[in-house]
């Protein structure tokens, strides 16, 4: 795998957790069987994505937008979820998360660099 000296910059060395060192306990739980490489973690990553964005759907159905304490926690466990599924697919896909933050913050740099913030297309 490719490794930047930047992405130390994106590793919070005062935390429990480097993005790396959590893609390393995601591979210690990444049970989902022979040939589902890719599909499997894909799948998850949009089913957990969806029960993220409908539990805050009912935040503002049912509390006016107003986050509680309690839902909020239930936000950050979703959320949570939605991170264990982009690290095990950054596995299949032979990267760390480490290589993928840093490419997408490459990305971003040049865009707001070049003034292309907003819009829309990959390649803009």
Do not use: C, H
């Amino acid at each position: 795998m490719k490794q930047y000296e930047q992405i130390e910059a994106f590793e919070r060395s005062d935390s429990f957790v480097t993005l790396n060192g959590y893609q390393a306990e995601v591979l210690k739980n990444k049970v989902y069987g022979y040939g589902n490489a890719i599909n499997y973690p894909i799948l998850g990553l949009l089913g957990e994505a969806g029960e993220l964005a409908n539990k805050y759907k009912k935040v503002l159905r049912d509390d006016n937008g107003e986050l509680s304490e309690e839902k909020r926690e239930a936000l950050i466990d979703e959320l949570g979820d939605v991170l264990w599924y982009t690290g095990a697919l950054a596995d299949d896909l032979g990267v760390t998360l480490g290589e993928v933050a840093y490419r997408n913050y490459k990305k971003l740099k040049s865009r707001r660099e070049r003034g292309k913030l907003q819009g829309s297309g990959d390649n803009r």
